[in-house]
């Protein structure tokens, strides 16, 4: 499993309907069919998981949901546990995405979603990134913050090859042309296993699976995966045109 890289599609909240959902899922489908060393995860509105579910899809494909509520069950208006998903055969959860903490998720809140995504068998993406970079480095103290106060009291077992997404907030929604480059990623990949490290020991550090997100575009993927030093993808708009988002699969699944 450690060779094998992951790319996961974030279709926010896109498309507008099931017909739409369904055509874009089939592009990701037959486009995973070809792979042999990578994992593709859908996670597709809430509203299109159990519906996509019932497509006959890959054993390397999984379905995912962008979020979890922090409750089991209860008068939680609007909220989705994650024994709910679970139900809906999905097997991931993206957890502390940069939009959801705009919507002022904080660094506690997304540790008690990745203990009862952890605690139900589900498969957490813990999403971490600034909001900006500075010459003085202040943006490493604060991913170093996010990391530590995320995994704040969790168990090491669960913590065996976690998956973390990098996203660097102030790239994401820009062209290939002005994302991060993958020199500087690379440098944040290192420093995030350094993190990881101080707090839960070298050998989970070196089990995480680090992902890039932020402007990934199939252009610019194969620099990032073998000078970024990362191990797949967090995609957002890309996932949603069925050729572009096989041209990153196809490179991702170059590089093991």
Known sequence: MKKRNIVVANWKMNPET???AK???????LAAKGLKNTDVVVCPPFSFIFPLSKVIYPKNMFLGAQNASTEIKG????????????NLSAKFVIVGHSERRAMGESNEIVRKKLQ???????????CIGEKERDKEGTHLAFIKNQIKECLADLHKKYLVGII?????????GKSYKEAMSPTDIH????YIRKVLAEICGRDIANSAK???GGSVESQNALEILEIGNVEGFLVGHASLKPEEFKEILQTADVKK
């Open 164 to 172: 973390i997404a990098y996203e660097p907030i102030w790239a994401i």
């Open 116 to 126: 009862i995504t952890f605690n139900t068998g589900l498969t957490p993406i813990l």
């Open 18 to 20: 099931l017909e739409e």
């Open 187 to 190: 440098v944040i990949v290192l």
């Open 75 to 86: 008068a939680f208006t609007g909220e989705i546990s994650v024994e709910m998903i679970k």
């Open 23 to 29: 055509k874009v899922f089939n592009g990701a489908r």
């Open 210 to 212: 680090i992902l890039y």
